[in-house]
């Protein structure tokens, strides 16, 4: 059994709010005792949990630290970056439009942004606004989580790159989630009014809502350093990795948040739905199309017969329930969000380390309020990722097996430095410095990172950044036996994080063209 160190030391709230006298019955007994064990238990440096029912907040709180080796602890009005849960945000922002009249949730994307093109001109004519949010275009991801798609480009960039994108499933056929898609949401936004996307989040809901503490980018965090910092399991421990700017896909999970805003948030979406402190933001019936199924995901399970996505929402049923659900992930913050609109109840847990703890919180909670008892979810989500942990980290160990010894690449380091493009994913640079060779993509030094030799002309990159873990890169020749191409293999989803971005099998293989120098 992997046992993970524990180091997390006995450091809980700092600050909580008073409580609803029905607090005990959505609470369950000794929670902050059972939260910090867990947290030790998992090695979560910090968490913030917000509580919605029956319109009140019944507990918005923090418990640990924002950064380790750091003396600051969470507390309610620590910022968080909660990554995905910012897509049913995104939907909201386009449903004050549809009230508006100003867009309709079938319009073409190209009504309103005629310059967009995907690869099939049929799918670039007919998807909608509907595809977008549903994910049913068909196109995925382009790096996923761990490395971000062209950081320091403009998100029109990111867009106008996906004339070039190939589907992995044909348009329309299937649930293919898809970050960049929900970016193209955001920009709606900005076709059809006077403000960013980010503008009208703040204009629309952030401010009148109170949400004084929430923004859409790291660059705005706010300047009293109350913010929790990123960390991973890496090699064994838990280490703080540096912050990453998502500005330019922030309409799909850039979005950072407090315990205490989160509360006011689900107030919006819970009650009576769209509505908040008796102003009325989104329409009875608009909101009933945000939190309406409209793509299945299937189920296998008795408890959950159906399990769908709406907008932004996975919705599914839990032992009879209606819950409206949406995990986010971003390299070094986790989060879970969950509704359950007919008991009016809303739960958030924010975490800074990758996990699954904040899972078993949220259905700890779920089962006190509806009165199920006898789930150990803290046991059932720790043995599963035990499980999973050592299974994925044994066939890692046998991938790394199969690497040849006593090979060496066929040329001298400097034949593979230079230009490499690729139609879609652009530019990536080789350069050799004190016998080393090195990569940068995009131009942007975040994304850069060392290569060892793998054997023959494989490689293996460490990227600078240690969250962003490792890729591997390989090089062909063309007749002359120059270094012509390069293969780097981008892991979309590793299969446990924690082992490492090998061992995947979720990848896409991308083959630059190197720039030959003319003669």
Request: hydrophobic content about 35%.
């Amino acid at each position: 059994m992997i046992r993970l160190k524990v180091f997390i030391t006995a450091i809980i709230l700092t600050t909580f709010i008073s409580l609803p006298v029905h607090a005990q019955q959505v609470i369950p007994d000794q929670f902050d005792d059972w939260v910090q064990a867990g947290m030790e238990q998992w090695e979560i440096p910090g968490m913030a949990i917000a509580i919605v029912k029956d319109g009140e907040v019944v507990l918005a709180k923090g418990y640990g630290i924002q950064k380790l080796g750091e003396a600051e602890t969470v507390n309610e009005h620590t910022q968080f970056g909660i990554a995905s849960v910012s897509k049913h945000m995104t939907a909201s922002s386009l449903a004050v439009l549809v009230d508006e009249g100003v867009i309709a949730w079938d319009d073409p994307v190209t009504k309103h942004i005629p310059w967009f093109k995907l690869s099939d001109p049929w799918a670039t004519e007919n998807v909608t606004i509907r595809d977008l949010l549903t994910h049913q275009v068909g196109v995925g991801r382009m790096l996923g989580n761990r490395l971000q798609f062209m950081t320091n480009r403009s998100r029109e960039e990111l867009l106008y790159r996906m004339r070039y994108h190939d589907f992995e499933q044909p348009f329309r056929s299937s649930y293919v989630y898809s970050n960049v898609m929900y970016t193209l949401a955001g920009e709606i936004v900005n076709a059809v009014t006077d403000s960013t996307w980010d503008e009208f989040m703040h204009e629309r809901f952030f401010t009148p809502l109170g949400m004084d503490r929430t923004n859409t980018s790291i660059t705005r965090l706010h300047s009293d350093g109350n913010a929790a910092w990123p960390h991973q399991y890496i090699r064994g421990e838990v280490v703080t990795i540096p912050r990453r700017n998502w500005d330019n896909a922030a309409p799909a999970g850039g979005v950072n948040s407090t315990a205490t805003d989160m509360a006011e948030w689900m107030k919006l979406q819970l009650d009576t739905a769209g509505t908040h402190d008796d102003t009325e933001y989104i329409t009875s019936q608009t909101m009933r199309a945000l939190q309406t199924p409209q793509v299945s995901l299937g189920s296998n399970s008795v408890e959950a017969p159906q399990r769908s996505y709406g907008f932004g929402f996975t919705i599914t049923d839990y032992n009879g329930t209606r819950t409206l659900s949406h995990g986010g992930a971003t390299d070094g913050m986790n989060t879970s969000f969950l509704l359950a609109p007919e008991h009016n109840f809303g739960i958030i847990v924010m975490t800074n380390v990758f996990n699954s703890f904040r899972e078993a919180v949220v259905y700890t909670v779920l089962d006190q309020m509806l009165g199920i008892e006898g789930n150990d979810w803290n046991r059932i989500y720790y043995d599963g990722y035990q499980n999973r942990f050592e299974a994925v980290s044994l066939i890692r160990e046998e991938f790394e097996s199969t690497r040849i010894s006593g090979t060496s690449p066929t040329h001298s380091l400097d034949a593979y430095t230079g230009s490499y493009r690729h139609h879609l994913y652009d530019n990536a640079d080789l350069i050799q410095k004190d016998g080393k060779l090195y990569i940068t993509l995009w131009d942007d030094e975040e994304l850069s990172g060392e290569l060892e030799h793998w054997h023959h002309n494989t490689f293996r990159i460490h990227w600078k950044n240690p969250g962003q873990r490792e890729d591997f890169v390989k090089f062909d020749m063309n007749l002359e036996g120059e270094i012509d191409e390069m293969t780097l293999r981008f892991t979309l989803r590793p299969m446990v994080l924690q082992v490492g971005s090998y061992p995947t099998n979720y990848y896409r293989d991308v083959v630059y063209s190197k720039m030959m120098e003319e003669n």
